[in-house]
């Protein structure tokens, strides 16, 4: 009887596992909001993650992240951008801002330092 709960407590504990780490969450995207000097800007809470993991913003007007880690654990520390060749280091507890390239449009993955955790960025033809 104990073998057959701790196969039991196993098997939880794996699906448990792969739900968490490979199936992705669904959430909205966030479209950047233009300020008065036309900087697209969206700030991304980092705590456990990136919410929101998706950001909208349009092609050819300046845009930036603004990035404030909550969260102490050394995974989150650090953000990637692979495509806009971007690696840098996000402070605790303290906003900050990472520009980001808008003269193609597309979709740009970024994530932590050690690939665990993703976000995405959409670059958007704007509407006319």
């Known amino acids: 009887m ?3 709960l701790i196969v039991i407590g196993a098997l939880f504990l794996i699906g448990f596992i792969i739900w968490w780490f490979l199936i992705p969450r669904p959430q909205k995207a966030v479209t950047a909001r233009t ?4 900087l697209q800007n969206v700030t991304v809470k980092v705590d456990g993650g990136y919410r929101p993991s998706t950001v909208v913003v349009y ?4 845009a930036q992240i603004t990035f404030n880690r909550i ?3 050394s995974c989150l520390e650090q953000v990637v951008f692979p495509d806009w060749g971007i690696s840098e280091y996000l402070p605790e507890k303290k906003e900050h801002p990472i520009k980001i390239d ?3 449009a597309g979709e740009y993955q970024y994530a932590c330092g050690m690939n665990m955790f993703h976000g995405k960025v959409i670059v958007k033809k704007e509407r006319k």
């Not at 092609?59 to 300046?62: I, L, S, T």
């Open 71 to 73: 969260d102490p654990s």
């Open 2 to 4: 104990f073998k057959i």
């Open 59 to 62: 092609q050819g007007k300046p």
């Open 102 to 104: 808008t003269s193609k």
């Open 35 to 38: 300020d008065v000097n036309h």
